[in-house]
């Protein structure tokens, strides 16, 4: 996950899970072959939409 921007997340809300575990190392977790990852990301700008839908 290296070159990942983070000047927009608050890395005291967004977390990495593995296996459905939460990993300690945040973005700088490993990543393996065969494990299952989700990530939750808080943006710093709570009132500003993160990601918008496209307009149809």
């Known amino acids: 996950m290296s070159g990942f921007p983070l000047r927009d997340m ?3 809300k967004s977390k990495i899970y593995a296996n459905g575990a939460e990993t300690t190392e945040f973005i700088h ?3 393996q072959d ?3 990852y989700k990530a939750e990301f ?3 700008n709570a009132g500003a939409p ?3 839908p496209p307009k149809s």
């Open 10 to 12: 608050d890395e005291t």
């Open 29 to 31: 977790t490993l990543v």
């Open 34 to 36: 065969g494990t299952h």
């Open 42 to 44: 808080v943006t710093k």
């Open 50 to 52: 993160t990601f918008t």
